[in-house]
């Protein structure tokens, strides 16, 4: 039977895990329930994909919310070689029957199913017939009232305990907090679940929180510097996603709107471009979840405030899912405030409850004055050990603040003498002595402070304004309209016995990603050449690019120039399957790119990142074939060596290669190289699957791979 390092080299092409993987793992396979919080990006998918592919005679149940999720799960473990297969409504009748022929065959290792499916009495009958090894749900915190997502129809998943007892259950989330973990070990009635907890610092994630002038334009503005990227928009209502997208179109940005009020055809069309890379941009509901496991967005921008904490970790953590440098942009303003005590009030009394301390939790981060990471962590029970974590606004530029004392002085005079019955704009539109009919109508032009800013823009004294509100010297009242008051702190202002210091008008443009998104090793026009490669493969299958390799993979291949399919083997996340499939084309275009160049390739000493181990003889290879020439089969060394069969057997064919004297009779007995080398005669020597696929699951790569090197060697003389 296959280990878990050889399924995870051989199928998804990583030769380590990351951290937890390795013990929910272990967990799972020997029966026990695991809660695992697990912040995107973390590599929450193969704690259940692994097991699966280690019992390929049963089948793990995979719950999922989103159609457009399950799709993207099930193509990418079909690009890796996987059969897998999604059951919902996008599936005609006889698709749905087919899928269920297969599950009877047992030719699935993982089925993903909607949370209503297992509400469905008659499909709780049919899994009662399968070999089922796990049920995994994926976005646990769903379950929970206090959750961000609260889904009824993942309360029925309690019905799994019950019917299925001796069946071990993973519960996998991004984020909750005590609370929800709380809730999701309750309704899923875990038994003595191990429980897996991984930081919730997104590492690679930088958090920007700007005040909201214009953001039609602020949003223009940052995708005008950032052309050519994937990204996110955020917005609050249906209204303000058709209106930004129509103004980002209008302004030459490929960006496309997705609502639920869309036509569910145009709806999935637009995902469908997104995901391709047809379109750079969409700008979704915050409502409405997109459901996709886009792996290279490298902006999220929130352009009205999210309703909770635990929403904008969730949505941001949609960008940068290949640990490559991402940003996250929130604009907030007070008014998003009120806009969303609007909608809570719409709320059931309970529901408005969670909702305002939710409210609160978000708007505390807003206005945050340090780190934004210590907030964000903290919310979640996690402490940040960094004062600076050099990836926030507060951070990277500390705000500069300046003696604010004369005009808030002006501002908060105006608020008096209207008696606290007008909002921003009517106050400074006095300040500023504008000369409308309903200043003089009102007999305003006659005030004292009428008039008297001079030296600040109507777009400053908003933000100065709202600094006030912030620092309590001002606040909003009103139930119909939104109207300026004063506060306990406003009359020692007044009285000239406090001064006030407010962060300085002009922020800085945070600091720019685009220097960090490329290693200096990294051919950055290589790598563009190689993104077009793999669109082409991409439209070709019908799949989303990033499926076909991440942008991580694209930028290992772009810094360490593999020429020969053994180097390409090293690439992170290039496991058989794709080695198959797309080595030969992406090895081609980059030595074309050498030849064109004059580039002679050069190992670079770079991390497991980069790849996955030293191509060219080493002293790892050299320790290997020590190993094999004191008699140790390929199973022993890798178990001393802590190393996968694959990489071992690898070591062993690079040897050869280099011209090392061994012999692989005692590895291959002669009659099943004979086989073999009848096999490579017909087909050729390059590919590795067709010979395979001819020879059947008994004859495995690591055989077919020392096989492939005696002869080439010999071939070559």
């Not at 200096?520 to 299958?541: G, N, P, T, W, Y």
């Not at 180097?567 to 080595?583: A, C, D, M, P, Q």
């Not at 996968?644 to 692989?664: K, N, Q, R, V």
Request: with cysteine; aromatic share 8%.
């Amino acid at each position: 039977m296959l280990v878990m390092e050889q399924v995870l080299q051989q199928y998804f092409g990583y030769s380590t895990f990351r951290p937890l993987q390795k013990d929910i793992i272990t967990d799972v396979i020997h029966n026990c329930d695991v809660l695992a919080v697990m912040p995107t990006g973390s590599g929450k998918s193969l704690c259940y994909q692994i097991p699966a592919l280690l019992h390929p005679r049963k089948v793990t149940i995979v719950v999922s919310p989103l159609i457009a999720l399950m799709k993207d799960q099930v193509d990418g473990l079909r690009q890796n070689g996987v059969n897998a297969a999604c059951l919902n409504s996008s599936l005609s009748s006889s698709q749905q029957q087919e899928v269920k022929q297969q599950l009877v065959k047992s030719e699935l290792s993982l089925l993903y199913v909607a949370p209503e499916r297992l509400s469905q009495q008659y499909f709780l009958d049919f899994l009662q017939t399968l070999q089922i090894q796990l049920f995994a749900i994926d976005e646990a915190h769903c379950i929970s009232e206090w959750g961000h997502d609260f889904r009824p129809d993942y309360r029925e998943l309690k019905k799994l305990r019950q019917l299925f007892p001796a069946i071990p259950i993973l519960a996998l989330t991004a984020t909750a907090t005590p609370q929800v973990k709380t809730d999701i070990e309750k309704q899923l009635q875990l038994r003595g679940a191990k429980k897996y907890q991984a930081s919730f610092d997104r590492k690679n994630l930088m958090y920007i929180v700007q005040q909201k002038q214009s953001a039609f334009e602020q949003v223009l503005a940052y995708v005008k510097n950032h052309a050519g990227e994937s990204g996110i928009i955020y917005c609050q209502s249906r209204k303000d996603v058709d209106a930004m997208a129509d103004y980002l179109q209008r302004n030459n940005s490929k960006a496309l709107p997705y609502h639920a009020g869309l036509p569910n055809e145009q709806r999935q069309k637009h995902q469908e471009m997104f995901i391709r890379e047809d379109v750079d941009i969409i700008v979704a509901t915050i409502a409405f979840g997109m459901g996709i496991d886009k792996s290279n967005v490298r902006f999220v921008i929130h352009a009205d405030l999210p309703k909770s904490l635990e929403g904008y970790y969730q949505e941001t953590g949609r960008a940068g899912r290949d640990s490559l440098p991402s940003e996250c942009i929130l604009l907030y303003s007070y008014g998003d405030k009120r806009k969303s005590e609007f909608f809570i009030h719409q709320k059931e009394p309970a529901q408005q409850v969670i909702a305002h301390k939710q409210l609160e939790d978000m708007i505390h981060f807003a206005k945050y004055k340090n780190c934004r990471r210590i907030a964000l962590l903290q919310y979640f029970g996690e402490e940040y050990s960094q004062k600076n974590c050099k990836l926030c606004d507060n951070c990277l530029n500390p705000k500069d603040t300046f003696d604010a004392t004369i005009i808030a002085q002006k501002i908060l005079s105006c608020v008096y003498r209207v008696n606290q019955r007008f909002g921003m704009k009517h106050v400074i539109a006095i300040l500023t002595g504008a000369k409308s009919s309903r200043i003089t109508g009102l007999g305003h032009d006659k005030l004292s402070t009428y008039g008297i800013v001079t030296d600040y823009t109507e777009k400053q004294l908003q933000m100065i304004i709202h600094e006030l509100i912030d620092a309590e010297y001002l606040q909003i009242a009103g139930e119909q309209y939104p109207l300026l008051a004063l506060t306990e702190k406003s009359a020692k202002v007044l009285k000239k016995e406090e001064q006030v210091f407010l962060p300085v008008l002009e922020l800085k443009e945070p600091r720019r990603r685009k220097e960090k998104l490329f290693a200096s090793s990294v051919h950055a026009d290589l790598f563009e050449k190689l993104r077009i490669l793999r669109k082409q493969f991409a439209d070709e299958q019908q799949v989303p690019p990033y499926v076909v390799f991440p942008d991580s993979s694209l930028h290992a291949m772009a810094s360490y120039l593999p020429q020969t399919k053994t180097e390409f083997r090293n690439i992170s996340g290039v496991g058989e399957h794709k080695l198959e499939t797309y080595g030969d084309a992406f090895i081609k275009a980059i030595k074309a790119y050498c030849e064109q160049h004059n580039i002679l390739p050069i190992t670079p000493a770079v991390s497991h990142s980069v790849r996955k181990r030293t191509p060219r003889k080493s002293v790892t290879i050299d320790e290997t074939v020590r190993l094999f020439r004191d008699g140790l089969s390929i199973e022993a060394i890798a178990q001393q060596r802590g190393f996968a069969t694959s990489t071992i057997a690898g070591h062993l064919s690079d040897a050869y290669m280099y011209g090392e004297s061994i012999s692989i009779d005692h590895l291959v007995p002669q009659e099943r190289q004979q086989k073999i080398i009848e096999v490579f005669h017909r087909l050729g020597y390059e590919k590795l699957a067709p010979v395979r696929e001819v020879l059947g699951e008994e004859y495995s790569y690591d055989e077919l791979r020392l096989v492939q090197a005696m002869v080439v060697r010999e071939k070559k003389g």
